[in-house]
């Protein structure tokens, strides 16, 4: 097991940037894939990204391809979201994960962060 902690999100104006972070606790955190997923209002919770155990393969959504950048220090026990050029559509609730693997499907991971909220207004 592995417990998650998100940074918080915030308001941007479109066009601007966001950097997430989730801090894991646990000597285990390496071992681990993880993923950043969003649940807007009314929505079901989607993939964005995800990034292997030693950072060497990251997996996007087309939606967020060449604007997002996920990246992780398993030294420091985190997985960060580099949120850039955003837009009004990427307004939802982020969630960071945990799995075996870098699965696109939220129900392959076991542990979750609380969420932070990410607006972005037009």
């Known amino acids: 097991q592995v417990q998650l902690v998100e940074s918080r999100g915030g308001l941007v104006q479109a066009g601007g940037s966001l950097r997430l972070s989730c801090a894991a606790s646990?000597?285990?955190?390496?071992?681990?894939?993880m993923g950043w997923f969003r649940q807007a209002p009314g929505k079901e919770r989607e993939f964005v990204a995800a990034i292997s155990w030693s950072g060497g393969n990251t997996y996007y959504a087309d939606s967020v391809k060449g604007r997002f950048t996920i990246s992780r220090d398993n030294a420091k026990n985190t997985v960060s979201l580099q949120m850039n050029s955003l837009k009004p559509e990427d307004t939802a609730v982020y969630y960071c994960?945990?799995?075996?693997?870098?699965?696109?499907?939220?129900?392959?991971?076991?542990?979750w962060g609380q969420g932070t909220q990410v607006t972005v207004s037009s």
């Open positions: 646990g000597r285990t955190f390496s071992s681990y894939a």
């Open positions: 994960a945990a799995s075996r693997g870098p699965f696109r499907v939220p129900r392959f991971y076991d542990n």
